[in-house]
C-alpha cells in the first residue's frame, strides 16, 4: 500500500470484485467487469463474496412504496403463463427462498401486530422486536411487552432437533448469556422475564437460541451450539 | 407454506409484494428520480423472472440478490444515462450518517449489518465518507475525487486500502 497519488497500480481480481459491487466503476470498467464475472468463475465468486459483505449496508435504507401502476406494468410485460412452465426455475421451488421470505413477512406482520398493539395500549412502552436467525432452518422471531416483562417467540422455521432442545438467552451489549428458558419447536411460547434480567432487556441486547439437552443448560451458560441469534431493536 | 401452486406468476407476484418497496428505496436512493426509479424497478423484477435459475440459495439470501439486482440495474441506468447525480461538496467532518429505519432492521439481515457497521466505524472518517459516497449515492471514482476534492488517484488509494481494512475486519467472523 504505497501508491501515490499520481502512479496508481491496476487493481488486482479481489479489488476489482469490490470496486464493481461498491458502485465506483464507469459505464465502460462495469461492462467490463460484467462479461468477466459471466466467463469466470472464480472472479464471479470473488463478487459474490463482496456481495455478501457489502450489501447488507442496504439495511440503512428506508423502503419507499413505489406507484400502484408499476405491478401493472411488470406483470404486462411477462411472457403469456403456459409458456414459461419448460424453464421452470428451481429458484421458485426453493424453499429457502420461500421460507426467508416467509419470515421477512412474518417479522413485519409481527410490527404491524406490535405497534397496533402499542398505539391501543395508552401509555405505551417501547416494544422491542428480534429476528433471531441463523440461516434457512433456524428462524425465530421475538417480541419483549415492557408492560407485562415477558417475551414471546414464534418459530418461524424451526427444524427440531429429536436429542435437543433450544433455549433462549439474553446476552447484554457485552455481557454473559442469560437464560430465558426453553421454547418450542411447534407453537409461541411466552417467557416471564426474570426481574434482575428486566434493566438489560432493551434495545440492542441480543437473543440468541442455542441447542441444550432435554430441560435445558445446567450450568447456566449456553453448552450446546448456538444455532440463531437477533439484535432486539425498537419498533 | 407459501408453495407456489397457483405458477410463478403468482410467486412473483408475492416476491414483489414483500420486497417492492425495499427494492423501490434501493433504486431511488441511487437514481433520485421517482420515474427513473420505477422504470428500473420494473427492470428488476423482469430480470429476477429471467434470471430465477441463477439464484443460489446456498450462497446468498433473498434479499441479498434481490438488492444486489436492484443495484446493479441503478447504477447502470445512473451511468448509461447520464444522469444528474448527487454531487454537491462532501466534507467529511460534517458528514450527518443516515439513522438506519427501526422496523426494517428485522426484515433483511441485520446480524451482517451489525457486524459491517461495527468494521465500518474503526475506519478512517474519510474513508469511510468515501465509501458511503460510492455505495449510496452510486458515485465514480473521478465523482467521489470531486466532490471531496482530492486527486483521483488518492480518492483510489482511500477507497481501496478501505476496503481492504474492511475485508481484514469482517472476515474472521464471516459465515
New interface residues.
Partial sequence: ?S??????EP?DD??LA??F???????AE?ETVARRIARDRGFAARV?SW?????????????????LD??T???A??PP?RA??A????????L???????V??C??A??CLV?LVATIRQPAQPVL???I?G??HHHF?ATIDPARDTVAVVPAAYVADPTRVPELWLIPPGGKPHSLGLLNADRTVTLTIPAELRRVARNRAVLAVSLEPPGGSATGSPTGPVIA???L??? | MLRVAAGERTALQTTYRLTSAKLFGVCLRILHDRGEAEDVLQEVYLTVWQKAAEFDPARSSPMTWLITIARNRSIDRLRSKGLSRRMEPIDAANEIPDAAPLADESLADGQANARLKACLGGLATHEQTALRGAFFDGNTYEDLAERMSVPLGTMKSWIRRALQKLKACLEPTER
Fill in positions: 500500500m501508491e501515490t497519488p499520481n502512479h496508481i487493481p479481489d479489488t469490490a470496486e459491487v461498491l458502485g465506483v466503476l464507469s459505464a462495469r459474490k456481495q455478501l459483505r457489502l450489501v447488507p449496508w442496504s439495511d440503512d435504507i428506508a423502503p419507499v412504496q413505489p406507484s408499476v405491478w406494468r411488470i406483470s410485460a411477462l403463463e414459461v412452465h424453464a421452470r426455475a428451481r429458484f421458485w421451488d426453493s429457502v427462498f420461500w421460507r426467508s421470505l416467509t421477512a413477512a417479522a413485519l409481527a410490527v405497534v422486536l428480534a429476528a436467525d440461516g434457512g422471531i441469534q437477533g439484535r431493536t425498537n419498533l
